[in-house]
C-alpha cells in the first residue's frame, strides 16, 4: 500500500490542508494534541463533559482544559505547531 506522505513535512502540509478545507463553521474540527495517551484521553473526556448540557455538572471535578492542547484546529495550530520545527 502507497503513502501519501514520505516525510515529516509532507505529512504536515496533507494535515494543514485537510485542516483548511474541511475545518467550516458547521462542522469544526476539535484538535486534541499529545505525545501520551493518558493527557490525551483526559482532554478529550474532559471537553465532552464541559460540552454536555448538564446543569448538575461540577465544573472543578471535570478539571480545566488546556487551551493550548484542546480546541478548533486553526486555533491550537496557531498557538503551537507553528513554533516546532518540520526537518
Keep these: 500500500m502507497a503513502h501519501c506522505c514520505k516525510t515529516p513535512r509532507e505529512y504536515t502540509k496533507a494535515k494543514e490542508a ?34 454536555l448540557p448538564n446543569t448538575s455538572k461540577s465544573p472543578e471535578h471535570i478539571g480545566r482544559l488546556d487551551s493550548l492542547l484542546v480546541g478548533r484546529a486553526q486555533v491550537v495550530y496557531e498557538r503551537g505547531e507553528q513554533n516546532i520545527p518540520v526537518p
Design 18 to 51: 485537510m485542516f483548511f478545507y474541511t475545518d467550516t463553521a458547521d462542522a469544526p474540527w476539535t484538535v486534541i494534541k499529545s505525545d501520551c495517551k493518558k493527557p490525551a484521553r483526559l482532554n478529550a473526556m474532559r471537553y465532552i463533559l464541559h460540552k
